[in-house]
T-cell receptor, first 112, second 115 residues
Framework: GQQLNQSPQSMFIQEGEDVSMNCTSS?????WLWYKQEPGEGPVLLIA?????ELTSNGRLTAQFGITRKDSFLNISASIPSDVGIYFC????????????FGQGTTLQVKP | DTGVSQNPRHKITKRGQNVTFRCDPI?????LYWYRQTLGQGPEFLTY????????KSRLLSDRFSAERPKGSFSTLEIQRTEQGDSAMYLC?????????????FGPGTRLLVL
């Protein structure tokens, strides 16, 4: 099925470092969302972006909706061990059904 | 807890058996989605309900799969004659649209293993 291109695929960083991941698509979306998933659980919403160019923060997380509407990035500042998990981007076109198209995920590991 | 709930959380079955999963959405949400997630991949859309109406089905949803949302509240996903390739995490999400904004909240998922 259709998926977004998310990179990097995995990251192994030291506690306290900043992290950046991004997502690109060949199609435009009118909403971008970022989720975090831990083993055996469902995705948990981190940030929702509804407008091209929008920059939104949630604590140490910051995400931006690209101007072209074909990309988005997520930054995590001053990483901590509980940031470990898989981060997914998802694009949505609310003019249709609203179904989400997901990236392949970025696996983040944080070394204390 | 007012989040999305799914039951069972885990299901192990033998090939050829039928299984049914249940999803209870957030109470005021009129939209409900089913997704399937295999190891190392992001979730993939299966089907979507607005209230009790099933409005879209993915090509991933073979004729062995059926979903219902009889009263516009909880939903069930049934897989008949399960195959090993059906082994996956089945996720339910619910949402309520305000204008052009819609945010989906996911349940914990049902992990299916077909032996």
């Amino acid at each position: 099925g259709q998926q977004l291109n998310q990179s990097p695929q995995s990251m192994f960083i030291q506690e306290g470092e900043d992290v950046s991941m991004n997502c690109t698509s060949s199609s435009i979306f009118n909403t971008w969302l970022w989720y975090k998933q831990e083993p055996g659980e469902g995705p948990v919403l981190l940030i929702a972006l509804y407008k091209a160019g929008e920059l939104t923060s949630n604590g140490r997380l910051t995400a931006q909706f690209g101007i072209t509407r074909k990309d988005s990035f997520l930054n995590i500042s001053a990483s901590i061990p509980s940031d470990v998990g898989i981060y997914f981007c998802a694009g949505q076109n609310t003019g249709n059904t609203g179904k989400l198209i997901f990236g392949q995920g970025t696996t983040l590991q944080v070394k204390p | 807890d007012t989040g999305v709930s799914q039951n069972p959380r885990h299901k192990i079955t033998k090939r050829g058996q039928n299984v049914t999963f249940r999803c209870d959405p957030i109470s005021e949400h009129n939209r409900l989605y089913w997704y399937r997630q295999t190891l190392g991949q992001g979730p993939e859309f299966l089907t979507y309900f607005q209230n009790e109406a099933q409005l879209e089905k993915s090509r991933l949803l073979s004729d062995r799969f059926s979903a219902e949302r009889p009263k516009g509240s909880f939903s069930t996903l049934e897989i008949q004659r399960t195959e090993q390739g059906d082994s996956a995490m089945y996720l339910c999400a619910s949402s309520h649209r305000l204008g052009s904004q819609e945010t989906q909240y996911f349940g914990p998922g049902t992990r299916l293993l077909v032996l």
